[in-house]
């Protein structure tokens, strides 16, 4: 038996920020990033929704990116004063996934972080409060799923939270709020949507209500994305669809080692200064993991049939030569978006960032141990080859290299 979960209700287009004011309850709590939604006036516009709905509202603001254990803790520890009977996150992936962590400990404060990290572990929610999450960036999708993903900094390792429990009651995809995307961040979440679509559809848990889902949004993905980037503002709204699809697909089907691998490099560096952005390691994995993927037959089948539904090879090709082409069309497509295909460039004079750079040594002297962790993330058990340390370690060099995938 299967199970297919998506949030009981999903207000979408723009003005859907407005459904606000139709919820019923006294109190609610917005959680909430940096500046940039009380900048463009839309954590205004919330609190205003809610007062208008008749509730008392706080605020609990300044969640980082990639939210930290101690965040969550702090976040719980202000939920069990005030109280809240619906918890309403608004921004990118961060805040909304430090908000489901937060909900866990305000439901259970004798949880611990090793607790909500047992995958489907989680007891029954919603004794205290409903979850509505407002989603702002075009990629998490995190709006609709069973997920989030908390960074323990002392570990160096983004531990992925896993149960259908967390799953919000409430989601709001109103693109005026992706409107406001800086242009990189377009790139990263954007690819982060593509890589959501194409691993659940080769996941190990696809199936017949999720792989419709998978395929559409990697067609919208493919003509929406680079648009999208360019400043095509209908491209942009329509993104903010397609990676919700993209969710309600791998909330369900699960993902697969791109994500595994992406969960532990992202922080492993953080020492040295170096932190690789999910959706740009999600970027530069993918094609490799692809590659890696293809030597199973079924998963190189699945892969064939997306490359017939995007267009982008003969249908008449074999699937070795299909899957070259959606390689191809992915590193083409990175190219478009100025994301680089390796860790030794991210951070590099030929793609600088403000995270850092990893560098070979440290890279090298932390392999075994990140591989390690690689395999025992929730995403690798529906990958559809499961890989040895030994291989994954070859497929973590070769994200570093950029370097082709011949095992």
Same mark, same amino acid.
């Given at each position: 038996?299967?199970?297919?979960?998506?949030?009981?209700?999903?207000? &979408?287009?723009?003005?859907?920020?407005?459904?606000?004011?139709?919820?019923?309850?006294?109190?609610?709590?917005?959680?909430?990033?940096?500046?940039?939604?009380?900048?463009?006036?839309?954590?205004?516009?919330?609190?205003?929704?809610?007062?208008?709905?008749?509730?008392?509202?706080?605020? /609990?603001?300044?969640?980082?990116?990639?939210?930290?254990?101690?965040?969550?803790?702090?976040?719980?520890?202000?939920?069990?004063? /005030?109280?809240?009977?619906?918890?309403?996150?608004?921004?990118?992936?961060?805040?909304?996934?430090?908000?489901?962590?937060?909900?866990?400990?305000?439901?259970?404060?004798?949880?611990?972080?090793?607790?909500?990290?047992?995958?489907?572990?989680?007891?029954?929610?919603?004794?205290?409060?409903? #979850?509505?999450?407002?989603?702002?960036?075009?990629?998490?999708?995190?709006?609709?799923?069973?997920?989030?993903?908390?960074?323990?900094?002392?570990?160096?390792?983004?531990?992925?939270?896993?149960?259908?429990?967390?799953?919000?009651?409430?989601?709001?995809?109103?693109?005026?709020?992706?409107?406001?995307?800086?242009?990189?961040?377009?790139?990263?979440?954007?690819?982060?949507?593509?890589?959501?679509?194409?691993?659940?559809?080769?996941?190990?848990?696809?199936?017949?209500?999720?792989?419709?889902?998978?395929?559409?949004?990697?067609?919208?993905?493919?003509?929406?994305?680079?648009?999208?980037?360019?400043?095509?503002?209908?491209?942009?709204?329509?993104? &903010?669809?397609?990676?919700?699809?993209?969710?309600?697909?791998?909330?369900?089907?699960?993902?697969?080692?791109? &994500?595994?691998?992406?969960?532990?490099?992202?922080?492993?560096?953080?020492?040295?200064?170096?932190?690789?952005?999910?959706?740009?390691?999600?970027?530069?994995?993918?094609?490799?993991?692809?590659? /890696?993927?293809?030597?199973?037959?079924?998963?190189?089948?699945?892969?064939?049939?997306?490359?017939?539904?995007?267009?982008?090879?003969?249908?008449?090709?074999?699937?070795?030569?299909?899957?070259?082409?959606?390689?191809?069309?992915?590193?083409?497509?990175?190219?478009?978006?100025?994301?680089?295909?390796?860790?030794?460039?991210?951070?590099?004079?030929?793609?600088?960032?403000?995270?850092?750079?990893?560098?070979?040594?440290? /890279?090298?002297?932390?392999?075994?141990?990140?591989?390690?962790?690689?395999?025992?993330?929730?995403?690798?058990?529906?990958?559809?080859?499961?890989?040895?340390?030994?291989?994954?370690?070859?497929?973590?060099?070769?994200?570093?290299?950029?370097?082709?995938?011949? #095992?």
């Amino acid at each position: 038996m299967a199970r297919f979960t998506l949030p009981r209700d999903i207000y &979408h287009g723009k003005g859907a920020l407005e459904a606000l004011k139709t919820f019923k309850g006294k109190k609610a709590m917005i959680c909430v990033g940096g500046g940039s939604m009380k900048k463009f006036g839309f954590l205004d516009k919330a609190v205003a929704y809610l007062k208008e709905a008749g509730m008392a509202v706080e605020i /609990f603001d300044g969640i980082e990116p990639d939210p930290s254990v101690e965040t969550v803790m702090r976040g719980a520890d202000a939920m069990l004063k /005030f109280k809240p009977d619906w918890i309403v996150a608004i921004g990118g992936g961060s805040p909304i996934d430090a908000a489901k962590a937060m909900w866990i400990k305000y439901e259970y404060p004798q949880c611990t972080f090793e607790d909500m990290c047992k995958i489907f572990g989680i007891p029954e929610l919603r004794k205290k409060a409903k #979850f509505c999450a407002v989603s702002s960036t075009s990629g998490t999708a995190t709006e609709v799923t069973a997920f989030s993903i908390i960074t323990d900094y002392s570990k160096g390792i983004k531990y992925p939270i896993a149960d259908f429990e967390i799953t919000p009651d409430v989601a709001i995809v109103d693109p005026e709020l992706a409107e406001t995307m800086p242009q990189k961040l377009v790139a990263h979440t954007g690819m982060d949507a593509m890589t959501h679509a194409v691993e659940a559809y080769v996941s190990t848990a696809n199936c017949d209500y999720t792989d419709p889902l998978a395929i559409h949004a990697i067609e919208m993905i493919m003509n929406t994305l680079v648009k999208s980037y360019n400043g095509d503002m209908a491209a942009r709204d329509a993104m &903010h669809n397609a990676q919700c699809l993209a969710g309600m697909a791998f909330s369900n089907a699960l993902l697969g080692i791109v &994500h595994s691998m992406a969960h532990k490099t992202g922080a492993a560096f953080a020492d040295y200064g170096a932190h690789i952005i999910h959706g740009a390691a999600n970027a530069m994995y993918l094609p490799k993991v692809i590659a /890696f993927n293809a030597k199973d037959p079924t998963a190189k089948k699945r892969y064939g049939v997306i490359v017939d539904y995007m267009g982008i090879a003969d249908k008449k090709a074999s699937d070795d030569e299909k899957v070259k082409a959606l390689i191809a069309y992915l590193r083409k497509m990175n190219d478009d978006l100025k994301i680089p295909h390796c860790i030794k460039n991210y951070g590099a004079d030929s793609y600088p960032t403000d995270n850092g750079f990893v560098p070979e040594n440290v /890279f090298l002297e932390r392999l075994h141990d990140i591989a390690v962790n690689a395999i025992a993330d929730a995403c690798t058990g529906s990958n559809p080859r499961q890989p040895s340390v030994e291989e994954m370690e070859k497929l973590l060099k070769c994200c570093y290299y950029d370097t082709e995938v011949d #095992f």
